[in-house]
């Protein structure tokens, strides 16, 4: 994944002003543990102008016609919609919830300088409580790695 599209894109939300949390394994890659992914997870607050902003945010990345089909409605009615990226080897992950787990609201989250950014990244207490039950094998990893830097046996 190229760090400077990813800068590109951290820059971008950050000029939309979407109100977001970066999570999955690239949050792990930012909270300080190597870790490999081809997705890029975004958790978006579900206001409607939000979703817009983030789509326009990923637009001015991009510039993909196909952007245009990722509405406010479709992110509400299924919960997460997934855009390929063209010419680039990974996805972006809109999320507004996680079944009944997990919506924006129930995110901590924490700010992290991260690839010349400031990103809005959930905390690694949240990371614990989204991966530990989910029966992935690279979770669990991430589980135990998170645990332990971050001591949170607690969790």
């Known amino acids: 994944m190229s760090e400077e599209v990813l800068g590109r894109l951290f820059s971008a939300l950050a000029a939309e002003k979407v109100r977001y949390a970066l999570f999955g394994g690239l949050a792990v890659a930012a909270q300080g543990l190597a870790r490999a992914t081809k997705a890029v997870d975004l958790f978006l607050d579900d206001d409607a102008e939000n979703v817009r902003a983030a789509v326009r945010a990923l637009q001015s990345v991009f510039a993909d016609p196909d952007l245009e089909e990722i509405t406010p409605e479709a992110l509400a009615t299924y919960g ?46 949240t990371l614990v409580r989204m991966k530990r039950d989910t029966g992935r094998p690279q979770d669990q990893l991430d589980v135990a790695r998170l645990r332990e830097r971050f001591d949170l046996e607690d969790v």
């Open 80 to 125: 997460l919609v997934r855009y390929g990226v063209r010419d680039y080897d990974f996805v972006v992950d809109l999320t507004q919830r996680i079944g009944e787990m997990f919506s924006y609201r129930d995110l901590e989250i924490v700010e992290i300088d991260y690839l010349g950014t400031k990103v809005p990244v959930v905390s690694p207490r």
